[in-house]
């Protein structure tokens, strides 16, 4: 086949399932996925294996003509294999009794393409055990199981694959030229090869028409589908409207308002409550998964977790918009937003429990959030749905949401904390004061500025950040918050701190601890003590920082159910602090403990901090290969999440390494 690429893994999966013994393999996925082409490729490829040849069969299933009937394939098949017409009876069963017998002996393969149901392959399967019968499907046609039938995922092209297909279609060179536009062009129609081959077909009709032309047009979600329809023959939409129209009325209206999830992926407790926005009786919303899997409009990527691809989500708005109110898409999209808010407020609760909140009343509080076994269960959920966080931040300030959309950057709190993820923090922050001010509350703004002005300074642009800083106080001391103005002054300290005015900073967080101290909130309190001893220690006065520092131990010491976080960031204070009082073994005690809470709690940053004081120490003893190794690694961590503190770290490994040279 001449554009035929990729499929390595399947066609070897192929391999794999006959030489183990099984008969019938079902390839199974969405319409225009390749599934007949791979089906064809491997047929050609295993020629040799089948004596008595090959028969393909058109079952109809999804073409939107009648389904080809079980007798009429039979009589074919038949007369196939040789049967005068004369001797094939017109009773189905008695057909199938002579097909397994004309079969028994023969070594044939048999590709049922498109096929419907269960019902209809199962008659058509051969007698014979050196037989195989390939079955392509978009539903998974799970009742041939118990047949002893395999299934077989037929997904996307990766992007590799993709381009090599276009450039067979188009010619290499001229996808060459464009490398990175075909690149693009395959992400856009979802590897599906059959788009992919619609818009070579339009390249291939004007030699001219450059690959970024094609992207510019197809990057327009609204007309993507009718663009990737247009070729004759060949449409991507009457692909999928074969599906859609097989749909009973409550899956069909679950994939239209699944479509309208802002995001690639969602769980369970997702379709759950979408599914309950149904205003009739809704149905079991498991059956109602099952039948869009088996219609192979939607996709399990890992248990209990889901997409749409691309362009089934394209078609299932469009439905949407054809088949349901405006008033409605809006509840729907409002009832997915506020499932993530309530189940990252739930997670944020978790990992951070200590946070003011400004309270959210919910237009139907989701039934189905999940529940989390720990603060480590709770962080691994906001790390997974971290993009679907996004999305519905972004998706709530298309609405004109705007509490709900500062609520959303709110939540997300724990995640930063923990990730240092700073470039989505700032995205977020960003959007959450912009959100505040359309709301009109100048508490929201208030503590997004606070939050916006420290992500700025981690990110470099300092004067921003004070920019941000004194708004913040000036929004706090506006509505009186006293609290909330020193947790901003704080913040201020802090940036002094990182911008080498240590001086300034230090009489900063003096005045912050003496306000401290007239306020009931003690943790706040240890944080500051933490904060000015780790300043002191930098600033060369270790001993003036051991006692902020123990004061702060004291204090989280009381916490460490609510706020581990903070009780390990002490240690590491106290590690430097010691370092700088020439108390090694202390010093090591207390940065091994951090590293270990640090890991635990998942704080990649945190704990290459303590891999980063372990090396100082170790060099400071003159174990220049247990420096090396502390170095390598928090190098390492500090470089997958993209800190500012990478270029210092690895200044003092090459250090090390330079002085192992000298010797």
């Known amino acids: 086949m001449a554009n035929f690429t990729g499929r390595t893994v399947e066609m070897a999966g192929l391999n794999q399932i006959v030489n183990q013994g099984a008969n019938v393999i079902l390839l199974c996925g969405p319409g225009g996925v390749g599934k007949s082409a791979l089906a064809r490729q491997w047929a050609h490829s295993a020629r040799s294996r089948f004596a008595d040849g090959q028969i393909h069969a058109d079952l109809r299933g999804f073409s939107g003509a009648d389904p080809l009937d079980p007798g009429a394939a039979l009589t074919a098949f038949l007369q196939a294999l040789g049967t005068p017409p004369q001797r094939i009876p017109a009773d189905l069963r008695e057909q199938v009794a002579l097909y397994r017998t004309v079969t028994a002996t023969r070594s044939i393969f048999l590709l049922l393409d498109d096929a419907l149901s269960a019902a209809q392959v199962r008659p058509l399967v051969p007698a014979s055990s050196s037989a195989v019968v390939v079955v392509t499907s978009r539903r998974r046609l799970t009742g041939l199981i118990p047949d002893g039938a395999r299934l077989l995922d037929v997904g996307p092209l990766p992007g590799p694959a993709g381009v090599e297909l276009l450039g067979r279609a188009v010619g290499r060179e001229r996808i060459a030229v464009e490398s990175g536009e075909a690149q693009e062009l395959v992400r856009i129609c979802g590897g599906l090869p059959l788009a992919l081959v619609v818009a070579a077909a339009r390249l291939a009709a004007r030699p001219r028409l450059t690959v970024r032309r094609v992207v510019s047009e197809l990057a327009d979600e609204t007309e993507r589908l009718s663009r990737l329809s247009a070729t004759e023959g060949l449409s991507m939409r009457a692909m999928i409207e074969v599906s859609y129209a097989a749909l009973t009325p409550a899956a069909a209206m679950l994939y239209r308002r699944l479509a309208l999830h ?94 003011r909140r400004l309270p959210y009343a919910y237009q139907g509080r989701p039934a189905d959030t999940p529940a989390f076994s720990g603060r480590a269960d709770a962080l691994a959920w906001l790390q997974r749905e971290r993009e679907n966080l996004m999305d519905a931040g972004r998706a709530a300030v298309k609405l004109g949401l705007h509490e709900l959309a500062w609520q959303l950057s709110d939540v997300t709190w724990p995640l930063w904390l923990y990730t240092k ?145 903070n009780g390990a960031r002490v240690l590491l204070g106290v590690a430097d602090a010691q370092l700088g009082l020439g108390d090694l073994d202390a010093a090591d005690d207390a940065a091994t403990e951090a590293a270990g809470r640090m890991a635990q709690l998942g704080s990649a940053n945190e704990q290459a901090e303590a891999l980063d004081l372990l090396g100082r120490i170790a060099e400071r003893r003159g174990n220049d290969d247990i420096a090396r190794r502390c170095y390598r690694e928090a190098v390492a961590i500090f470089e997958s999440i993209g800190s500012p503190r990478l270029a210092a770290v690895r200044r003092r490994l090459e250090d090390v390494r330079g002085s192992i040279d000298e010797q």
């Open 262 to 355: 802002p995001g690639t992926e969602f769980c369970a407790d997702l379709v759950a409550t979408v599914a309950a926005t149904d205003p009739g009786d809704p149905a079991p919303v498991d059956g109602l998964i099952d039948e869009l899997l088996e219609a192979s409009l939607l996709e399990e990527t890992v248990a209990d977790r889901f997409r749409l691809h691309d362009l089934l989500r394209l078609y299932g708005r469009e439905m949407s918009e054809r088949h349901d109110s405006e008033d409605d898409r809006r509840a729907v999209s409002r009832a997915i937003l506020e499932f993530y808010l309530a189940a990252a407020r739930r997670a944020d609760l978790a990992v951070t429990p200590y946070r």
């Open 421 to 565: 993820d700073y470039a989505r923090r700032l995205e977020v922050d960003q959007r959450g004061v912009q959100a505040a001010r359309a709301w009109g509350n100048r508490q929201a703004e208030a503590d997004m500025l606070k939050r916006l002005s420290r992500v700025q300074s981690r990110v470099g642009n300092h004067q921003a950040a004070e920019r941000y800083g004194l708004a913040a106080v000036e929004r706090h001391r506006e509505i009186g918050d006293v609290q909330g103005t020193v947790d901003a002054e704080e913040g201020l300290a802090t940036l002094y701190a990182d911008t080498g005015r240590e001086q300034q900073a230090a009489e900063a967080f003096d005045r912050v601890l003496t306000a401290r101290r007239s306020l009931p909130d003690l943790r706040s309190l240890g944080l500051t003590c933490l904060n000015l001893g780790m300043l002191l220690t930098r600033m060369g006065r270790p001993a003036d920082a051991l006692p902020l520092l123990a004061e702060a131990t004291d204090v989280f010491a009381g916490l460490t159910e609510t706020d581990p976080y």
